[in-house]
């Protein structure tokens, strides 16, 4: 023994002795440098979970490593997750133009549209001359830039209302997700025999502070004027709150309203006070929809009315494009009314309804929603009537005129003993609406 510490000096034995400890590890926790080649390997060969916990323990070894903070960008499947890993990167490597190009599209994806810009203008910097960097600096520009649009609309139904409506929206964005803007709308309501106002000025903010948040709202002062009426102002607000994450959201919404779709309901100064709440859950293949409504209605000359809803659906999604459901919806009203609107006991409707959103990835797209059924009304104190045919719909159309252009188009029409959407004023009630707007986007 003593010939052998002899023979082994005291660095050789330091370095025996590392050899020894490195041997006892496991092979890719020896060297960030082979555990990142490891990680290369899994990356390469599609094996994402693999790839990103190799990833990550290259990271514990080595916090800087740039490369291995893009993979875990370009692995992590949840866009706000992987946004934060791309931002990391920018820091390490800000002379990398495609590394802020990383950054912009995924704060697109994630609607922060002005933090996409700046990262845009950021890889321009460093590429100007790449063609691709310039065209996602276009790209991230026209998507943060204000817009206008001015619009135009006529609504009539089968009791002889009808209203012709123009005005303007415009908005701009801010950091964060959000977009603040305003409405200026004027409505003239006609039945025949005269014409009432509606005149509303709006501030609005909406925007989706996170992926699975989105929060929109909307409110100002509304003026009034009646024929023979004196003017009237009042304040009227729309705040929705939409939760989702997978085939689960929930929805919470509140408004008041000015009934303003006939000049007697405009005298009569109806205004509808209305809270919502909708729970959409999974069921194997299938989801689950229901939704309650509690609302008051306010008139000269009349106690608050109470009208309460409650909504059911079972939906079979068609992949993301469409789907088809069947549907129960039941309401009713504390009371008559002589305001101007129809007020039944009790509502029911069953339905099949469709829903379908196409194109989409072009120049144009078209959603439209369709519902089929049946319905009775028992007025108050009446008997429920028979069983009645009600059909609905809706459709959306927009055109892209050019790149900051937008050409749209909204059709709306009921008919049914009565509408659960809008203000009936009778029974056996027909409805028909456009709206065509122009979207201007000003870089």
């Known amino acids: 023994m003593k010939a052998l510490r002899r023979a082994v000096s005291p660095s050789a034995a330091r370095n025996l002795l590392v050899l020894l400890a490195s041997l006892a590890l496991p092979l890719h926790a020896q060297d960030a440098t082979g555990l990142l080649r490891q990680a290369d390997s899994a990356f390469a060969a599609e094996d994402r979970a693999l790839a990103e916990r190799l990833y990550r323990q290259v990271l ?10 893009y993979r875990l960008g370009v692995l992590t499947r949840n866009d706000e997750a992987a946004l934060e890993w791309f931002k990391r990167y920018a820091t390490l490597e800000p002379k990398d133009a495609w590394g802020w190009l990383a950054v912009g599209d995924k704060s697109l994806r ?3 549209t002005v933090e996409a810009r700046e990262a845009f203008q950021r890889a321009a910097t460093l590429e100007p001359k790449e063609k691709e960097v310039q065209e996602r600096l276009a790209r991230g520009r026209l998507r943060a830039a204000p817009t206008l649009e001015p619009v135009g609309g006529y609504a009539r139904d089968s009791d002889g209302n ?12 801010l950091r964060g997700g959000w977009r603040v803007g305003g409405r200026v709308i004027r409505s003239a309501i006609g039945d025949g025999s005269g014409d009432a106002t509606l005149d509303q000025g709006l501030l609005r903010l909406e925007g989706r502070p996170r992926m699975a948040w989105r929060v929109d709202l909307s409110g100002g002062p509304a003026r009034l004027a009646a024929p023979g009426t004196d003017a009237w102002l009042t ?30 309901l405009v005298a009569n100064r109806a205004m509808r006070n209305e809270a919502k709440l909708s729970v959409e859950l999974p069921a194997g293949p299938l989801r689950l929809r229901a939704a309650g409504r509690a609302g008051l209605i306010e008139a000269l000359g009349e106690d608050p009315n109470r009208r309460l809803q409650g909504d059911a659906a079972l939906v079979l999604p068609l992949g993301w494009r469409g789907e088809i459901s069947a549907q129960y919806h039941r309401l009713g009203y504390e009371q008559a009314s002589t305001a101007g609107y129809f007020a039944p006991e009790r509502v029911e409707t069953i339905e099949g309804g469709s829903y379908w959103e196409l194109g989409g990835n072009g120049a144009v797209s078209f959603s439209v929603d369709l519902g089929a059924g049946g319905q009775r009304v028992a007025e108050q104190g009446a008997e429920v009537g028979p069983w009645k045919l009600a059909l609905r719909g809706w459709a959306l159309l927009t055109v892209d005129l050019s790149r900051a252009i937008q050409w749209r188009m909204e059709a709306e029409a009921y008919s049914a003993p009565f509408a659960p959407v809008g203000v009936a004023t009778a029974s056996d009630w027909r409805y028909g609406s456009v709206t065509i707007g122009l979207l201007v986007r000003v870089p």
């Not at 009808?162 to 303007?168: D, I, N």
């Open 235 to 264: 304040g009227v607000a729309d705040l929705r709150i939409r939760w989702h994450r997978q085939a689960t959201a929930v929805e919470i919404r509140a408004q008041r309203l000015a009934l303003g779709t006939t000049p007697q």
């Open 162 to 173: 009808s209203t012709w409506t123009y005005g303007l929206n415009g908005d701009v964005a």
């Open 110 to 112: 994630v609607g922060k």
């Open 60 to 69: 514990g070894l080595d916090a800087e490593q740039s490369r291995a903070v």
